[in-house]
């Protein structure tokens, strides 16, 4: 298996809803991404998990709330979000050998991206 | 400015060669990568080099790095209609955290 699944692909939700995104992958990497993506613009970093823990958080507003339950899933929990929050939401995954950031990993940092939830908030 | 830099769009007509140009400003960037992402979908690998590199090439796809001019190319032989995507470059460092950062991406058209 080489894919990361994103469910749901397409999620419309009001401003007062509660709603989750998720992500799975069964390739035994053990770093996971989550990504916003504007129309023409490139994916913005939200938060990163290495070995299951949070390990960089790009300044993402509360309303946005991750969760990692296990090495092969990826949650992110949405509350109370803004119109201007509506985009792509990508996740992607890659190897152990550069999931270890910051502590002198080496080799290409292959992301494998899953095909993304379009999130619309009205 | 940006760390990463592409020009827009680009556009040629199907059977010709496409090159898709690239700027980064991290001297310490250790891999390039070209990744593209087709309409609604999610972003694919295309190809990778590393910066001791100066070429590498795979089947249609040839990428060529200038680390002195931090100038990064990615040249589609035979440019077919599926082509049309829009392509990343990024750069990740050895000095940062190994996660990749991304230009704006160019948009490729191919007319037949």
């Known amino acids: 298996d080489t894919e990361v699944t994103q469910t749901p692909k397409h999620l419309v939700m009001g401003m007062t809803n509660k709603k989750s995104l998720k992500c799975e992958q069964h390739?035994?990497?053990?770093?996971m991404y989550w990504y916003k993506q504007k129309a023409k613009k490139p994916p913005e970093l939200m938060f990163v998990?290495?070995?299951?823990?949070?390990?960089i958080n790009e300044s993402v507003p509360s309303r946005f709330s991750p969760e990692c339950p296990n090495s092969s899933l990826l949650n992110l929990h949405l509350h109370a979000l803004q119109p201007e929050d509506s985009a792509l939401y990508l996740c992607?995954?890659?190897?152990?050998?550069?999931?270890?950031?910051?502590?002198?990993?080496?080799?290409?940092?292959?992301?494998?991206f899953g095909a993304g939830s379009r999130l619309t908030v009205l | 400015g940006e760390d990463v830099e592409q020009s827009l769009f680009l556009s040629v007509r199907e059977g010709d060669s496409s090159v898709i140009n690239c700027t980064y400003t991290?001297?310490?960037?250790?891999?390039l990568y070209w990744y593209k992402q087709e309409p609604g979908a999610g972003l694919q690998l295309l190809t990778y080099?590393?910066?001791?590199?100066d070429m590498k090439q795979d089947q249609r796809l040839t990428v060529l790095l200038n680390k002195k001019d931090k100038h990064l190319s990615l040249r589609i032989a035979d440019t077919q209609t599926g082509d049309s995507a829009i392509y990343f470059c990024?750069?990740?460092?050895?000095?940062?955290?190994?996660?990749?950062?991304f230009g704006r991406g160019t948009s490729l058209i191919v007319h037949p």
């Open positions: 992607a995954s890659s190897q152990e050998r550069t999931a270890r950031l910051g502590q002198g990993a080496s080799g290409a940092n292959v992301l494998t």
């Open positions: 998990y290495s070995y299951e823990k949070l390990s």
């Open positions: 390739m035994g990497h053990r770093a």
């Open positions: 991290d001297s310490s960037s250790t891999y």
């Open positions: 990024a750069e990740s460092s050895s000095g940062g955290s190994y996660i990749p950062t």
């Open positions: 080099i590393f910066s001791n590199m």
